[in-house]
């Protein structure tokens, strides 16, 4: 088991940046893909980003392509999601999750084992 608590969310102008955080705990030795998904109200959850175990290979949706950075510190067994030039339309809430069996290509949210609580990012115009 890994427990995931996400941090970090809140509101900003567009424009503005965020940089949330997930901390894991628990089975955190175990080699496991690191993703963010994001859930506004009355739409589907949706890929945002990923990041392999090493934190070398990272994959991103288009709709965050060269805004959004996602990072990883082993050590610290926390992941990151740095937002930057932030639209209204990224207001949603920000979920991290994570899997063992994963590739960093696997968006679809119903296939990750493990999930934080998720926090609320939203973009004032």
């Known amino acids: 088991q890994v427990q995931l608590v996400e941090s970090g969310g809140g509101l900003v102008q567009a424009g503005g940046s965020l940089r949330l955080s997930c901390a894991a705990s628990?089975?955190?030795?175990?080699?496991?893909?690191m993703g963010w998904f994001r859930q506004a109200p009355g739409k589907e959850r949706e890929f945002v980003a990923a990041i392999s175990w090493s934190g070398s290979s990272t994959y991103y949706a288009d709709s965050v392509k060269g805004r959004f950075t996602i990072s990883r510190d082993n050590a610290k067994n926390t992941g990151y999601l740095q937002m930057n030039s932030l639209k209204p339309e990224d207001t949603a809430v920000y979920y991290c999750a994570a899997d063992t069996r994963r590739t960093i290509q696997t968006t679809f949210w119903r296939e990750y084992d493990y999930w934080g609580q998720g926090t609320q990012v939203t973009i004032s115009s």
């Open positions: 628990g089975r955190t030795g175990s080699n496991y893909v």
